[in-house]
C-alpha cells in the first residue's frame, strides 16, 4: 500500500526536524525526505489510519502496550542520499517507547547513540523487522544507498 501511486506522500525539507525547530547540528545538515502522518496526539489524522489499525494492534500488544497508547504513528520514505546518517535525536523529550517497524529491505540503516553522541548500535532494516527502544535514546535514520527505505514509527505513551 505504501507504495501505490495513489498513497499520499508528503515532503518534508528535513527528515529529523520537520516541526521548523533548528537543526542543533546546523543547516547544511538538513535531509529532505518524505513522510505520512497517521495518528498524531492519539488521534488518526491520515485517511489511511483504518488500514493500519490492525498492523497497529499487533505492535501493541508485542510491546505490552494498548493501541490507544499510541500517541503517534509516521511513516517515513527515505531516498538515497549523502548523509551518514540523519540528525540524532529524540521523537520526544518526555518518557515514552518508540518502535521502528521496517516496511521493506533497505540499506539505510538505524543508528543508537550513547549520552557522549558515540555510536551504540547500528540496526539494518529488512522487511517485517521491529525494534522497539526506550523513546529517549537517541537515535537516526539515514537513507539507502539505492531504492527506498521506508519506516513506521510508532510513539507509545501511557494514557493515564
Given at each position: 500500500?505504501?507504495?501505490?501511486?495513489?498513497?499520499?506522500?508528503?515532503?518534508?525539507?528535513?527528515?529529523?526536524?520537520?516541526?521548523?525547530?533548528?537543526?542543533?547540528?546546523g543547516?547544511?545538515?538538513?535531509?529532505?525526505?518524505?513522510?505520512?502522518?497517521?495518528?498524531?496526539e492519539?488521534?488518526?489524522?491520515?485517511?489511511?489510519?483504518?488500514?493500519?489499525?490492525?498492523?497497529?494492534?499487533?505492535?501493541?500488544?508485542?510491546?505490552?502496550y494498548?493501541?490507544?497508547?499510541?500517541?503517534?504513528?509516521?511513516?517515513?520514505?527515505?531516498?538515497?542520499?549523502?548523509?551518514?546518517?540523519?540528525?540524532?535525536h529524540?521523537?520526544?523529550e518526555?518518557e515514552?517507547?518508540?518502535?521502528?517497524?521496517?516496511?521493506n529491505?533497505?540499506?539505510?540503516?538505524?543508528?543508537?547513540?550513547?549520552?557522549?553522541?558515540?555510536?551504540?548500535?547500528?540496526?539494518?532494516?529488512?522487511?517485517?523487522?521491529?525494534?522497539v527502544?526506550?523513546?529517549?535514546?537517541?537515535?537516526?535514520?539515514?537513507a539507502?544507498?539505492?531504492?527506498?527505505?521506508?519506516?513506521?514509527?510508532?510513539?507509545?505513551?501511557?494514557l493515564?
Amino acid at each position: 500500500m505504501c507504495t501505490h501511486h495513489l498513497f499520499p506522500w508528503y515532503h518534508i525539507a528535513d527528515t529529523t526536524f520537520n516541526d521548523g525547530r533548528p537543526n542543533p547540528y546546523g543547516e547544511e545538515f538538513r535531509s529532505s525526505s518524505f513522510a505520512h502522518q497517521v495518528i498524531d496526539e492519539y488521534n488518526p489524522v491520515s485517511d489511511h489510519a483504518a488500514y493500519f489499525m490492525s498492523a497497529l494492534t499487533l505492535i501493541a500488544d508485542q510491546v505490552n502496550y494498548n493501541v490507544r497508547d499510541i500517541y503517534r504513528v509516521r511513516l517515513g520514505l527515505c531516498y538515497p542520499d549523502n548523509f551518514k546518517h540523519h540528525t540524532p535525536h529524540t521523537d520526544y523529550e518526555w518518557e515514552h517507547t518508540t518502535c521502528l517497524y521496517y516496511v521493506n529491505k533497505s540499506d539505510g540503516d538505524t543508528y543508537f547513540f550513547s549520552e557522549n553522541g558515540d555510536i551504540t548500535r547500528q540496526v539494518t532494516p529488512e522487511r517485517g523487522k521491529m525494534v522497539v527502544f526506550d523513546g529517549l535514546t537517541k537515535h537516526a535514520s539515514s537513507a539507502p544507498t539505492k531504492g527506498i527505505r521506508i519506516a513506521m514509527n510508532v510513539n507509545f505513551k501511557r494514557l493515564i
